[in-house]
């Protein structure tokens, strides 16, 4: 009982948290969600009530440590330290408080899953992204970045034939078509203002190639940031869309015969407030040799599902070769022009979709990037034509879940950096994905990723 009351007593631990509180009780805030995402890339979490707020800053949520074993359709895995018995703490991070415009009355934090005693524990995603920003730190650098996201706007209705649930597309208008503008209009204006509104800046908005796909992307931030950005994105999405009675999928394939849905992530390294890449092409050039050195391993974290290998094939704009060029939409790594004489350069990784758990995809980009600074690796001549055309000059991206997990597996660099444990339920929370979805047929596997991701 005096733990209990000690408990109660905890005061907040900063001012950033005493506004927190303040802003709940002034806005109405009734419930506030400490979300966090996991090996199958799931945006879960749990929520706090306005009364028990102020102890939950300090304490967080307790939390078992088995979820960091569950895959995307709650199957729970074999894995060593995380089953039944174990416990963490969901500790929200202050910081990242928005109320959900999409849901009146709730707000969000982005949480780290800590140790009961408050330490950090080696199965945080988050946590893996910030000692990663941390190494680069080290180095003299910092990362900015940002998702590009695509997704499926429409409906969710039962399918025909009594199989499972099929996504009914808003439209079928063509891509950048001033028609598709139209159709989606009264959605992405509330989207835009919900994004705004929790401080995420819209850059571009276009209805996509695909048939109710949409693309939005909003402003780059430093890694952590632009992570927990695209954690927000993906609940906006989806939550204003159920506002709106309809449906919004960022899966990579929800429809099997339409475009994919990448999220393509783009890159700018800086030391000293300068952009190392437009200030050292060299090092721009290691950094690229980096990423494609770790390339198939890396699909593995960045295309984290089944579904992901269905949008990673050739002339289907989403790089399918090993391979780097300026502004080359077919190259894994596309060197992306500036934009006027003010712009600075970025990378933009193709092969990445919003299936990838977000701090695990950004802080394996790191140390690839790292590796190939620290090593000075050479990323070859740059392809200037569709990699396609010229096929036996450059190697071919995994081309299944399965083959980019054996990549994985076998790069000491980017396993050595997840660390055992976060290695081994990464590797079995995927492997069962992948040998859940070969018992079931092709609907099956659009279902569960379309209603998930």
């Known amino acids: 009982m005096r733990d209990r009351q000690r408990v109660t007593k905890l005061q907040p631990p900063d001012p950033a948290a005493q506004r927190i509180l303040e802003r709940a009780e002034i806005e109405g805030i009734e419930l506030i969600r400490f979300l966090y995402a996991d090996h199958g890339g799931v945006i879960r979490g749990k929520a706090a009530s306005r009364s028990r707020l102020a102890e939950r800053l300090g304490t967080g949520i307790g939390h078992t440590v088995a979820m960091m074993a569950m895959n995307m359709l709650d199957q729970l895995q074999e894995v060593e330290q995380l089953g039944p018995v174990g416990e963490v703490r969901l500790v929200p991070d202050p910081s990242t408080f928005v109320p959900l415009p999409y849901s009146p009355g709730a707000a969000a934090m982005m949480a780290d899953l800590r140790r009961p005693d408050g330490t950090p524990w080696e199965a945080c995603p988050r946590t893996f992204l910030k000692d990663a920003v941390a190494t680069l730190a080290d180095e003299g650098y910092t990362l900015v970045a940002a998702f590009e996201p695509e997704f499926t706007l429409g409906r969710r209705l039962p399918s025909p034939d009594g199989g499972p649930d099929r996504l009914v597309p808003l439209d079928d208008t063509l891509c950048y078509a001033g028609l598709g503008f139209d159709t989606a209009h009264d959605y992405t204006i509330k989207l835009i203002r919900a994004l705004e509104s929790q401080g995420l800046r819209v850059e571009h908005y276009h209805p996509e190639l695909g048939p109710g796909q949409q693309e939005l992307s909003v402003r780059h931030a430093p890694a952590l940031r632009a992570a927990d950005n695209h954690v927000l994105y993906r609940e906006t999405v989806r939550g204003v869309a159920l506002r709106m009675a309809m449906w919004a999928s960022l899966a990579p394939k929800p429809l099997a015969d339409q475009a994919g849905n990448g999220a393509h992530l783009h890159l700018s390294l ?130 299944s879940l399965e083959e980019a997990l054996d990549a994985l597996e076998r790069d000491d660099v980017l396993t050595g950096a997840l660390g055992p444990l976060r290695t081994r339920a990464y590797l079995a929370v995927k492997r069962s994905e992948a040998a859940a979805f070969k018992k079931k047929d092709t609907a099956y596997e659009l279902f569960n990723h379309l209603r998930v991701f």
Not at 297 to 313: E, I, M, P, Q
Not at 317 to 329: E, F, I, L, Q, T
Not at 349 to 368: C, E, F, Q, R
Not at 371 to 399: F, M, N, Q, W
């Open 270 to 399: 800086w030391r000293d407030d300068r952009n190392v890449f437009a200030d050292s092409e060299e090092v721009r050039a290691w950094f690229i040799g980096g990423l494609l050195e770790h390339l198939p391993a890396l699909t593995a974290l960045t295309c984290g599902s089944v579904n992901s290998f269905r949008r990673l094939a050739p002339r289907m704009w989403s790089s399918a070769y090993v391979c780097h060029g300026p502004d080359n939409r077919e190259a894994a790594v596309r060197v992306c022009s500036p934009l006027g004489e003010s712009g600075e350069p970025n990378l933009e990784l193709k092969p990445s979709d919003s299936s990838a758990n977000p701090y695990l995809a950004l802080g394996a980009v790191i140390h690839a990037g790292l590796d190939g600074i620290r090593r000075k690796l050479d990323p070859g001549e740059p392809a200037t034509v569709d990699p396609d055309t010229v096929p036996d000059r450059y190697p071919r991206l995994p081309s």
